[in-house]
């Protein structure tokens, strides 16, 4: 049986399991039921969800609902799963959703030690203008702090009356009593909007989260005579495999991971260095053709920087037949990843500035 632990390092090897063992719902089974998909869901990047049909009808019916996603601004940098998570909160924008994205800083003050003040100033510096850098609309979204929202909290106190402590070490495992706290949090963030608006809501997370939306649909479950909550929906994104190729974060080294932003020049050397799937030799290449599947390089852009899908598979045919080498298709890799850094660091310095417009709720 798989264990996930959200606040762990593991990365997961066997998605397929991984929807069995949690019986979630493969993503590949409701790409004719959204809209346009976006090539995230289409390469099964996006590889899972639950109660994904719900959000489909309302988005098919115009029915209202919500898509809400939060992060805790523990560093000053994010990563590339957080890219993930954003693009797929502007895809449920863009298909109407009502948006919410909070800044767990009861969660990283808990888990993290981090003051509320040091995360505040962080978010309003860098978070909240790097979702808006990454595609989120600061006019459309609604942004909160979980400190200073009365309904999260007041959620979370009733909460933990409906929860035994055996429910939660069966779910997360040991558990510290600030994990309680922020998951009686979360769950409190996942359903809050509905006291305003019966209406059932998607949460886009990593696959790392699923221990949350279990609790809280327990909860759901449980609360149905006070609060009839729908069930949350939620979108599940596999992990960003380190360059080095190695599958425990917290072992590969710091060169194997590029964060958002970095230096677009240090970014690009990380590239040249990532692991392919490049055989022995140049001749036995030009005769085998490469691994494609086995390349970090190519995993980076069928997972950030190339969303045109005939792009992607030329990419691949021509490595498979042995026409595009590995040296060549790094120099190709490293220029889009410097070209990534610049327009981010671009779009951040013009998302900054959108201060004004920027939608808090209290
Ligand atoms: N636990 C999440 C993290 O580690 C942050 C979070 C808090 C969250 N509340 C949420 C995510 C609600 C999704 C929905 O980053």
Request: hydrophobic residues 10%; positive net charge.
């Given at each position: 049986m798989n264990k996930i632990d959200p606040w762990g390092t593991e990365l997961i090897e066997d998605y397929a399991r991984l929807i069995k063992d949690f019986g979630l719902e493969p993503m590949e089974d409701f790409l004719s039921d959204f809209p346009k998909p976006n090539y995230l869901m289409r390469r099964g990047i996006v590889f899972a969800g639950q109660d994904l049909k719900q959000i489909a009808d309302a988005i098919k019916e115009k029915k209202p609902f919500y898509c809400l996603t939060g992060m805790m601004p523990s560093s000053e940098r994010i990563h590339f799963g957080t890219k993930t998570v954003i693009e797929m909160v502007k895809y449920f924008q863009e298909q109407k959703a009502k948006t919410f994205v909070l800044i767990a800083d009861l969660e990283s003050a808990a888990?993290?030690?981090?003051?509320l003040k040091e995360a505040r100033e962080r978010a309003l510096n860098f978070y909240i203008p790097a979702y808006i850098a990454l595609g989120l609309d600061p006019k459309k979204t609604i942004f909160y702090f979980q400190s200073e929202n009365d309904q999260v909290k007041n959620l979370a106190y009733l909460f933990s009356q409906k929860i035994t402590m055996n429910e939660f070490k069966a779910i997360y495992g040991e558990i510290h009593p600030s994990r309680i706290l922020s998951a009686l949090a979360q769950a409190g963030d996942i359903l809050f909007p509905q006291l305003e608006e019966k209406m059932p809501g998607v949460i886009p997370v990593g696959i790392d989260q699923s221990p949350h939306i279990r609790l809280t649909r327990d909860i759901v479950r449980r609360t149905k005579s006070e609060f009839n909550f729908f069930l949350p929906s939620a979108t599940y994104h596999k992990f960003v495999p380190a360059l080095d190729g190695s599958n425990k974060m917290s072992k590969s080294n710091p060169n194997s991971f590029i964060s958002i932003p970095e230096n677009p020049i240090d970014s690009g050397k990380k590239m040249s260095k990532a692991l392919t799937?490049?055989?022995?030799t140049i001749e036995e290449q030009k005769k085998l053709g490469g691994i494609p599947e086995k390349c970090m390089v190519f995993e980076m852009y069928k997972q950030h920087l190339i969303e045109d899908d005939k792009k992607l598979q030329k990419i691949f045919d021509d490595c498979k037949k042995g026409k595009l080498l590995c040296k060549e298709d790094k120099e190709n890799a490293v220029n889009l990843m410097i070209l990534f850094q610049q327009d981010f660091q671009k779009k951040l310095d013009k998302a900054k500035k959108t201060r004004k417009q920027w939608k808090f709720f209290k």
């Open positions: 888990t993290r030690g981090i003051s799937g490049g055989r022995n």
